[in-house]
């Protein structure tokens, strides 16, 4: 089992550009979510589904958008890059939710956006 | 809104010191998680607890949960250099599925 992989592993954006982050995971989890991390801060929750063809918004969505046409696949978009955007983007999943349920991480994204 | 806190922010330590690190809800929280990054690494699940008063150990670690279940803590014991990396713990949100992370305790170990 892979686990959870994340694609690309590192990308720079130019302001106003757009790009698609991938992530996957061969568990059969329901739950999948995205993160930002960034340095004093933790992990912000920016969307998460909570099974295929759902998504909902997390703590920071503005700026993002999400997609769960498959359930092993969560994608983020990001429509206009800005460099408030710079950050690692973690993808987890998890077999269930309400917080009670071990969450896998994949390795990141590190996104620089000049 | 729902905030989870964690102190210290950054912790130095001679190897085979001890460490702590505190974690601090301000609502309730049924269950309590706690995560390890490693520098450069993703964050691995470490344990949960539940219960008021729970107290785990797993090997030099030992995390406690409050009566109250709004703080929990994180004992390394006699540390190593191992044991670097950033300490998160993390509790459900008010809204529903929603799990909210705490900033992270920042371990360094002197050899």
């Known amino acids: 089992n892979a686990g959870v992989t994340q694609t690309p592993k590192f990308r720079v954006l130019k302001t106003g550009q757009s790009m698609t982050l991938l992530c996957a995971q061969d568990?059969?989890?329901?739950?999948m979510y995205w993160y930002r991390q960034d340095p004093g801060m933790g992990l912000r929750l920016i969307h998460y589904s909570v099974g295929e063809g759902t998504t909902a918004k997390g703590e920071v969505p503005d700026g993002y958008n999400v997609s769960r046409l498959k359930k092993q696949n969560f994608l983020l978009g990001l429509e206009s890059a800005a460099p408030s955007q710079t950050s690692v983007y973690f993808c987890?999943?998890?077999?269930?939710?309400?917080?009670?349920?071990?969450?896998?991480f994949g390795p990141g994204t590190r996104l620089t956006v000049t | 809104g729902q905030q989870v806190m964690q102190i210290p922010q950054y912790q130095h330590v001679q190897e085979g010191e001890d460490f702590t690190t505190y974690c601090n809800s301000s609502t309730t929280l049924s269950n309590i998680q706690w995560y390890k990054q490693r520098p450069g690494g993703h964050p691995v699940f470490l344990i949960q607890?539940?219960?008021?008063?729970e107290v785990k150990k797993q090997k030099r670690l030992t995390f406690q949960f409050g009566e109250a279940k709004k703080n929990s803590s994180l004992h390394i014991t006699a540390t190593q250099t191992t044991d670097v990396g950033t300490y998160f713990c993390a509790g459900p949100g008010t809204s529903y599925d929603k799990v909210i992370f705490g900033p992270g305790t920042s371990l360094s170990v002197i050899p």
């Open positions: 568990m059969n989890h329901e739950y």
């Open positions: 607890l539940v219960k008021s008063g």
């Open positions: 987890a999943s998890s077999s269930g939710g309400q917080g009670f349920y071990e969450q896998y």
